[in-house]
Each structure stands twice: as structure tokens, then as C-alpha cells.
């Protein structure tokens, strides 16, 4: 039985008009420029909509036409459109745009495929979506979004987006040329998503074949007993401010990791000042752990398992005020969340830290003679040369002080495992990056996020991550696989 593609564009058009509208659709929307929408559809390939979104906004602050683009320096333009997908060859692409327009185009932006095909950067799918989004003639647009959801739909049988398009304009009805691009790549961010897609709760379940898809897991808490002895994912991650985090796309990498338990350190908020939504996600059990600063440090862990016990602090009021450890404690282990004190420029605070990191071990060390311990966070300290970029010139400074890596040493000579260099002893592996000086496009940065087990849990260890690809803050995220 053919796929019955009307049905489906019929469902999807009302189903798509809550979700988030593509951002080049936003920008023809907006402005109704051929030229705005040209260099928003550049700037998108490879990249997450909100990315996108925010270096436009940037961009457009500065530029309003070819001429404006011309003013603006390599350098400059990569500082600006920071952190998009390959911004450097984008920024180069953006700086010869004004002068092909001008050379071969009378610096007006083409209205066809084969003309845009000959700029700087535009590629068949940039081409056809600016003739279909900027200048309403018919083309087909193909991206990742489309040439994926037809296959799953088995209306085509491609390989590549550009057989896709072929296949489409003998096979697609005219009518839908122009916007199924943009009904297919909001569907494919908000539903059918290229990881785990959510099948569950698709519009197009009873027509859909779903070929060669693997759906997400139906969400639901499940009772701690009944996940003992199977694999278990842990995810933590230095989120530098919950709610800046959900404005970069934070919950769709939290679903993407269908994790098992995820931990956040630094949150800067407390729960009456979040949406409901991300109090209560689908499948999971909250808990938060706030500073009693506002806007400061914290710690929260969702879990889609029930603990036993919820333990907040390490019972010393001098640290506990600042939210840093939270502990869930399940069957057969217990589960540690820990945001440590940055010992702060000229070790200002480089005491409190260590007394803090005492504290610390002396709590692990008392649990773990009860079961099993995993420790994760981010423990402000680099351990060793191979943990950041710059040993040398940083020896005295926090993260990186002799009295902090000296403290680490403690620790492993204890036998707790640093799960990541159980895996991988790789230079260039790093989990923070600051946000100056282009540092993490230069993978200028510290490995300070671990994940720590006790001496006698190592053979429960079955992998460990760093997921260095993942954006929203200026840390990244880090997993362990743990049996």
C-alpha cells in the first residue's frame, strides 16, 4: 500500500502550527528580504534552530544589507555567528558573498536553483530553500529532516537528500513543493526526531510504517527494585544556569540521552522559578538541591527510579547552604551529585575548597561501606597535564593548583576509579571551555567533570563518555554506563 502523503500533510500542517517555527521561515517572515533569509539559510546548515536563531539576531544587528556584510572582517564575522555548525568556512563564505552578488548577480540575490548553486556556501538544499521561502516559487527543499521522514514513511527509497529531491519532484504533488520543508523540519525537531523518536505520541501513528526507525522508550517511573543488575545510564552536567540552558536546547538533549538517571550542577534557580513542564518530565522524579543565594551554584538529579532516600548535604551547615550535594540513594548503590567550590583567582577560596573536598571524601568513603558509590559532577579541578590544554601556564592557578590536584591524588590512591581514563587516555579529551577567547572552537579547554565509582564497584563500570558535540553551556556533558 502507497504511503497516503495528502492524509499525512493534512495532519501535520494543524499539527505543526504549535510547534517551533523554523527560524529561516521566521527571517522571511520578518523581513520579507531575499538577502536576510539567503545568509540565514547559510548560517543553518549543520545547526541547531536556536543556534541559528541567536547568531542571526546578532548578525542583523550589525548588517542590514550586502554592503554592511562588506565592512565586517573574517574575524569579526566568526566572532558574531559563534557557535554555529563550521562557523569559520561559514564567516568565509559570508565575507566573498557581497562581492559574487556584485560580480555575477548585479548584487541582487537569483530567484533560482541553478544561479544561488554559484554563491559562496549554497549548496541545492540552501538554493531551493531560498527559492521556495524567500521568493514563493516552487522547489523542493531538501534537508536531513525530509529526506529521513520520507524514508521512514517509505513514500522515497533514497540514500541522499539530493536523490530524494529527485525522486520527489516526480513523485510529490506541486501543491507541496514550497512547504514541506517546513512542515517536515518542525515535525523532525519536535516529534519524529532523528534519535528515539517519539513515536508514542505521533499524529501519524496509525498511517506511519516506520521503517527502520527505533522509537524512544514510552516514559514511565519504574520502581528502583525492578532495574537492579541491568544497565543503567548516568548523564551529569554543569548546566552554568538552568534557564539559560532551556533556551539552548536542553530538553532535547535531555530526552536524546534517555538516560537513566541525569544529575545538573550549578542550576541557579530555584523550582518556583521554572516551568511546571520541566518540574514534572515525563518518566521522571525530580530533585532539587538550590544555593540559598539566589542565581548561585545548586544541584538537581531526575531519576527515572524511585530511591529510597533522599539526602540533601553533607550535614555541615558551612557548606550545605550553597546546594552542592545531593544524594539519591538506591537497592545497591548510592548515587552522589556534587558541584564543588571553585578555589577562585589568586586561590581566594582555595581553603574552603579543600575542607570542602575532606568533607567529601570522608561522606564517600563512610557510604561506600554500605554499597556501592558513584560520584559525579563537577569537581573544579583538572587531575593531571593530560586533563587541559594549558599544564604549564596554569600550575598555580584554580583548578589546576598543586593543593587541588594533590587532593585528586588522594582520591585514586584510594582506589576510586576515574571512570573516563579507565576508557580512554587520549590528550584533548576536555569537559569545560571558556567562553573567551573562541577557547572551545580551539578545544582550548579542562577536563574537570568526572565520574568517580568506589574501589570495589570498577568491574559495574561498563563505559564511560565525554559528549563534547553537545552545546548550551559552557561545559558538556558526561556519561557512565553502570551494571
Same mark, same amino acid.
Not at 497516503?4 to 521566521?26: F, G, Q, R
Not at 536553483?113 to 538554493?127: E, M, N
Not at 527509497?157 to 520527489?168: D, G, I
Not at 564543588?340 to 573536598?357: C, E, M, S, V
Given at each position: ?36 533569509? +539567503? ?29 554592511? +556584510? ?26 566573498? %558573498? ?30 531551493? %530553500? ?26 522515497? /527509497? ?39 523518536? #517519539?513515536?508514542?505520541?505521533?499524529? +501519524? ?15 514511565? @517511573? ?15 552536567? /554543569? ?39 520541566? +518540574?514534572? @518530565? ?17 544541584? =538537581? ?41 571553585? =578555589? ?17 571524601? #570522608?561522606?564517600?568513603?563512610? %557510604? ?10 563537577? %569537581? ?13 601556564? /596554569? ?10 590536584? $594533590? ?6 590512591? =584510594? ?25 572551545? $572552537? ?42
Amino acid at each position: 500500500m502507497s504511503f497516503p502523503i495528502d492524509k499525512a500533510v493534512s495532519i501535520l500542517e494543524t499539527e505543526v502550527k504549535e510547534y517551533e517555527v523554523p527560524v529561516v521561515d521566521l527571517i522571511a517572515a520578518q523581513s520579507k528580504d531575499p538577502f536576510k533569509v +539567503l545568509v540565514a539559510t547559510i548560517l543553518s546548515a549543520r545547526t541547531k534552530d536556536e543556534v541559528t536563531a541567536a547568531a542571526c539576531r546578532r548578525l542583523f544587528k550589525k548588517i542590514e544589507t550586502h554592503d554592511d +556584510l562588506e565592512e565586517l572582517t573574517i574575524p569579526e564575522l566568526e566572532k558574531i555567528i559563534y557557535p554555529v555548525g563550521f562557523f569559520r568556512n561559514k564567516a568565509k563564505h559570508l565575507a566573498m %558573498l557581497p562581492g559574487v552578488l556584485r560580480e555575477k548577480f548585479n548584487s541582487q540575490v537569483p530567484d533560482d536553483v541553478d544561479s544561488l548553486v554559484k554563491l559562496p556556501g549554497v549548496g541545492r538544499k540552501t538554493a531551493n %530553500l531560498v527559492v521556495a521561502v524567500a521568493f514563493n516559487k516552487q522547489a523542493i527543499c531538501v534537508d536531513t529532516h525530509v529526506h529521513r521522514i520520507m524514508n521512514i514513511w517509505g513514500y522515497v /527509497n533514497t540514500t541522499s537528500p539530493l536523490e530524494t529531491e529527485m525522486v520527489l519532484r516526480e513523485t510529490l504533488p506541486s501543491q507541496y513543493w514550497i512547504r514541506i520543508n517546513s512542515i517536515l523540519v518542525a515535525f523532525g525537531q519536535g516529534t519524529c526526531k532523528p534519535v528515539r523518536p #517519539h513515536c508514542d505520541r505521533c499524529v +501519524l501513528l496509525d498511517i506511519c510504517p516506520q521503517i527502520n526507525v527505533t522509537p524512544r522508550k514510552v516514559p514511565g @517511573i519504574k520502581e528502583a527494585k525492578t532495574v537492579s543488575g541491568g544497565l543503567k545510564k548516568f548523564v551529569s552536567w /554543569n548546566v552554568n544556569g538552568l534557564r539559560a540552558a532551556l533556551k539552548k536546547g536542553f530538553i532535547d538533549s535531555f530526552h536524546e540521552f534517555d538516560a537513566d538517571v541525569i544529575a545538573l550542577q550549578e542550576i541557579k534557580v530555584l523550582p518556583d522559578q521554572l516551568p511546571v513542564d520541566i +518540574l514534572n @518530565i515525563d518518566g521522571y522524579a525530580s530533585y532539587w538541591y538550590p544555593a540559598q543565594k539566589k542565581g548561585y551554584s545548586g544541584t =538537581a538529579i531526575f531519576s527515572r527510579s524511585v530511591p529510597l532516600q533522599v539526602i540533601y548535604g553533607l550535614d555541615n551547615h558551612e557548606f550545605d547552604n550553597e546546594g552542592r550535594v545531593l544524594t539519591l540513594e538506591f537497592e545497591d548503590y548510592f548515587f552522589i551529585n556534587i558541584y564543588f567550590p571553585n =578555589a577562585q583567582h589568586g586561590l581566594k577560596r582555595l581553603d574552603f575548597k579543600i575542607a570542602f573536598n575532606n568533607a567529601v571524601l #570522608h561522606y564517600m568513603d563512610r %557510604l561506600s561501606e554500605k554499597k556501592s558509590v558513584v560520584v559525579c559532577g563537577d %569537581l573544579n579541578v583538572a587531575h593531571k597535564p593530560i586533563d587541559l590544554a594549558n599544564p604549564k601556564s /596554569n600550575e598555580k592557578n584554580p583548578g589546576y593548583s598543586p593543593e587541588e590536584r $594533590a587532593w585528586m591524588d588522594v582520591v585514586t590512591q =584510594a582506589g576510586y576509579v576515574d571512570t573516563f581514563r579507565k576508557f580512554n587516555q587520549d590528550p584533548d579529551q576536555y569537559t569545560w571551555w571558556s567562553y573567551r577567547f573562541n577557547a572551545r $572552537a580551539k578545544n582550548i579547554g579542562w577536563r574537570i567533570d568526572y565520574f568517580l565509582v568506589d574501589p570495589g564497584s570498577e568491574e559495574r563500570v561498563k563505559g564511560a563518555r565525554i559528549h563534547d558535540d553537545i552545546l548550551g553551556s559552557d561545559h558538556c556533558p558526561v556519561s557512565l554506563e553502570f551494571k
